[in-house]
C-alpha cells in the first residue's frame, strides 16, 4: 500500500476525513459532499489492484469513530458503493467526465439510503429529503476532484 | 504496475468478508454493547483528527477575536459590567434564600443540598451525522469526566457524557433520538419524559395522557427521577399541546431552551453526592478511593435517617 508513493493516497483519504468532520455553520452542513466517497471511488477507479473494498472498509470504520454511530455502519455502506464502483472501473473509466459524476451521484445516493437503512433498523429515525442533498454537492464536486487527483496521482507517479 | 492476473482474494470474497465484519461489529456495538470500553480508547487515537478539523474554525475564531475596534471592545465591556451589576444582586438573594432554604430544609429534615464542582470545555466537533446528535468536547478521562456525567450550558441541559477518551470525551444531546430526559413541569410538578425527535429544535413527549396539567409555554425542569441529570435545571419550553380525544394520549411537543445549534462552551456538572439510589457510581477512572468511600458511607448514614 505504501509502495510507490502510496502515502499520498492515505493522505489523500485523512485530509477527506478531516474534510467530512469539520465543523461548519448548520445550514451549509446538509450539503456537506461525501467527500471520504468520492475520493476513494477515484483511487479504485485509477488504482483498483491498490485502493480495494477492504481500504473503503477501514476509512468507513475510521468515519464510525469519528461521527459516533454504531461501529460497523458507515463501514458497510462505504464497502458496498465502492465495491459497486470497484467492478466496473473498466467501464466507468471510458465515460465522460459528467457521465462520472451521475454514476458518482447514484453511488453517493446509494450509500446515504445505505446507512440510512442500517441507521432506520438500530433506532427509530424518520427518512428527511435533506439526507439526500449531499448527493447534488458530491455529483458538482465529482469533476473538480476528478482532475485535482488525477495531477496529484501523475505528479507523484503513484501506479 | 497494473498486474493483468489480480493477486489475493476476488472483489466478491472481500465484500463478503468485510460486510460480516460489519455485520459482527453492529450486533455487538449496538445490541450487546461491548464496545463501551474500546470506544473511549478509540475516541483517544482519533482524537488528533478533530483537533486537525477544528483548527480552521479556530483560526475564523481567534481572527474574529483579535480583529475588533477598541470601541466595540469598550462597548462589549460596559454591557458586561452592567450584566454583572444585575447577577451580583440577583446572587445577592440567592445566597439569602439558599440559606433560608437550607434551613428549612434541616427542619424538615430532608438531605441539605450541596454545592456541585464544575468544569468548563469547549466543543471540539459537532457531528455532521444527521442520524445522531452528538458533538465532541476537549474535556476527558485526565480532567475527571465520567459516562453518563450532566452536561449544560448557560441556559439548560445540553445532554451527557457518552464516551470517555483521556483527552476528549463525546456528548450525546436530548435532541437524540435515543436519547430520554425525566423531567417535570416547573408550574404544577407534572412528570412527563422528553424524548429527542432527531430535530434540533424539538423534543416529544410521550404516553401523556388528556388529562395531565401542561400548558403551552409551560418550563419543563429535569426531575432528578432516573439519577443521570441533577434535579431543577431547565430543559425545554412546551410549544404545542394538542389533546385530541380520539387519540389515546394527548400530543405534547416542547423546544430546548439550551441553544443547542449554537454553542460553544459548556458546564460539566459533577453531583456531590447520588440524586438517588440509581445514579451512577464516581467514576472508576478517578485516582481518589477514599472520596468514593466516604460517598457510600454518607449515603448510607442518609438511608439510616
Do not use: C
Not at chain 2, 432528578?224 to 431543577?232: Q, S, V
Amino acid at each position: 500500500m505504501l509502495a510507490n508513493n502510496g502515502i499520498i493516497i492515505v493522505l489523500s483519504l485523512l485530509l477527506a476525513v478531516i474534510a467530512s468532520i469539520m465543523p461548519m455553520p448548520l445550514d451549509v452542513d446538509a450539503f456537506r459532499p461525501d467527500w471520504v466517497l468520492i475520493v476513494l471511488i477515484y483511487w479504485s477507479l485509477a488504482l483498483p489492484s491498490r485502493v480495494n473494498v477492504v481500504t473503503a472498509w477501514v476509512t468507513g470504520f475510521i468515519l464510525d469513530v469519528l461521527l459516533g454511530s454504531t461501529l460497523g455502519v458507515h463501514a458497510a455502506a462505504m464497502a458496498l458503493s465502492v465495491y459497486i464502483a470497484a467492478v466496473n472501473f473498466q467501464k466507468i473509466r471510458n465515460f465522460s467526465l459528467w457521465q462520472q459524476a451521475l454514476i458518482v451521484g447514484v453511488l453517493a445516493a446509494l450509500y446515504h439510503l445505505l446507512v440510512f437503512w442500517m441507521q432506520r433498523l438500530l433506532t427509530d429515525v424518520v427518512f428527511l429529503p435533506s439526507y439526500l442533498y449531499p448527493v447534488l454537492t458530491s455529483i458538482v464536486l465529482w469533476p473538480w476532484v476528478f482532475l485535482l487527483l488525477r495531477k496529484v496521482r501523475r505528479h507523484f507517479k503513484i501506479s | 504496475m497494473n498486474p493483468i492476473f489480480k493477486h489475493g482474494p476476488s472483489p466478491q470474497h472481500r465484500l463478503a468478508f468485510v460486510l460480516m465484519l460489519s455485520a459482527a461489529l453492529v450486533f455487538f456495538d449496538h445490541r450487546m454493547g461491548s464496545f463501551e470500553g474500546v470506544r473511549g480508547y478509540l475516541q483517544s487515537l482519533v482524537s488528533p483528527l478533530q483537533y486537525m478539523a477544528n483548527t480552521p474554525k479556530q483560526l475564523m475564531t481567534w481572527a474574529a477575536e483579535n480583529l475588533i475596534t477598541r470601541k466595540q471592545l469598550i462597548e462589549e465591556n460596559q454591557a458586561l459590567k452592567i450584566n454583572e451589576l444585575n447577577y451580583q444582586q440577583q446572587m445577592m438573594e440567592l445566597e439569602i434564600v439558599k440559606k433560608e432554604n437550607e434551613r428549612l430544609r434541616s427542619l424538615l429534615a430532608s438531605p441539605l443540598r450541596s454545592d456541585t464542582k464544575k468544569m468548563v470545555a469547549e466543543i471540539l466537533s459537532v457531528d455532521s451525522d444527521p442520524y445522531t446528535h452528538q458533538l465532541v468536547i476537549n474535556r476527558g478521562a485526565n480532567d475527571g469526566v465520567y459516562e453518563g456525567q450532566a452536561v449544560i450550558d448557560e441556559q439548560g441541559i445540553v445532554g451527557q457524557i457518552l464516551h470517555v477518551g483521556t483527552t476528549s470525551s463525546r456528548v450525546i444531546l436530548i435532541t437524540d433520538v435515543t436519547h430520554a430526559v425525566p423531567v417535570r413541569v416547573s408550574r404544577n410538578g407534572t412528570r412527563l419524559v422528553a424524548n429527542g425527535a432527531g430535530r434540533i429544535e424539538r423534543l416529544s413527549h410521550a404516553h401523556v395522557p388528556h388529562s395531565a396539567d401542561v400548558q403551552s409555554g409551560d418550563l419543563l425542569v429535569t426531575s432528578g427521577l432516573g439519577g443521570k441529570y441533577p434535579e431543577g435545571y431547565p430543559v425545554s419550553q412546551v410549544i404545542l399541546v394538542r389533546k385530541d380525544e380520539s387519540r389515546p394520549f394527548a400530543q405534547v411537543l416542547s423546544k430546548p431552551v439550551a441553544q443547542i445549534d449554537k454553542l460553544r462552551y459548556l458546564l460539566l456538572l459533577w453531583p456531590n453526592k447520588p440524586t438517588s439510589i440509581f445514579a451512577p457510581k464516581p467514576s472508576e477512572k478517578s485516582t481518589n478511593q477514599n472520596d468514593k468511600v466516604e460517598n457510600q458511607v454518607k449515603g448510607a448514614t442518609n438511608a439510616s435517617e
